[in-house]
């Protein structure tokens, strides 16, 4: 079965610390994962999106990691700032198919003063 | 270049009514898709509109329907609405299909009593 499972469900930090989403899927056959915030109210917006060859990538202080192996992929958030409060979302395409999209429920985050 | 704009962005309807959401993509943007999305399921994807057909459809029943008009602007139309319909939804505009590069629009709030 396709799925897309993130962790933790709901993270409270201190504004300046570093952080750590994670996103695990068993969506096969994977042709890309995307991490997308989403303000309260606001329609989600992508920060990256990785194809099975990379496993890296950066936007700003926002660096995603992919495993494609461990069909595993992190968010990783540094130097965090009060604007940083959002949900991320973790989003798997399938290479074919007509529902190809496989969306996680998200990572509420909370930055704190 | 303007984003993705959906209207209304608020909307109050009673069990039984219909309604029609209207989404207008990016300009140059012929793929239009539809979301749903609460607070326990997350987004869910309803339906891919590219071209004024319909390429992809969710798991959602016959009530939920769509339709692209020549121009790329879309609605989204539920008839016999029932309490379980209230949610955001949200439309997201791309130039490809399957839902790759995807740009949401700020989505609309529909609450049904």
């Known amino acids: 079965k396709n799925q897309v499972e993130q962790s933790p469900q709901s993270l409270i930090i201190l504004e300046g610390k570093n952080c750590t989403l994670q996103?695990?899927?068993?969506?096969?056959?994977?042709?890309?994962l995307r991490w997308y915030k989403q303000d309260t109210g606001r329609g989600p917006v992508s920060l990256t999106i990785?194809?099975?060859?990379?496993n890296t990538k950066s936007n700003g202080r926002y660096t995603a990691t992919l495993d494609a192996d461990t069909k595993q992929s992190s968010l990783h958030i540094t130097a965090s700032q009060l604007s940083d409060s959002a949900s991320y979302i973790c989003v798997v395409s399938l290479l074919t198919g007509a529902n190809n999209l496989f969306f996680g429920t998200g990572t509420r985050l909370t930055v704190i003063p | 270049k303007a984003g993705v704009t959906q209207t209304p962005r608020y909307l109050i309807k009673t069990r039984g009514q219909q309604v029609t959401l209207s989404c207008s993509p990016i300009?140059?943007?012929?793929?239009v898709s539809w979301y749903q999305q609460t607070p326990g399921q997350g987004l869910q994807f309803l339906f891919e509109y590219f071209s004024e057909t319909q390429r992809n459809k969710g798991n959602f029943p016959g009530r939920f329907s769509g339709r692209q008009f020549s121009n790329s602007r879309s609605e989204m139309n539920v008839s016999t609405l029932e309490l379980g319909d209230s949610a955001l939804y949200l439309c997201?505009?791309?130039?490809?299909?399957?839902?790759?590069?995807?740009?949401f629009g700020p989505g609309t709030r529909l609450t049904v009593t």
């Open positions: 990785m194809t099975f060859s990379e």
């Open positions: 997201a505009s791309s130039t490809r299909r399957g839902g790759y590069e995807q740009y």
């Open positions: 996103c695990n899927y068993t969506v096969s056959p994977f042709s890309n």
């Open positions: 300009s140059g943007h012929r793929s």
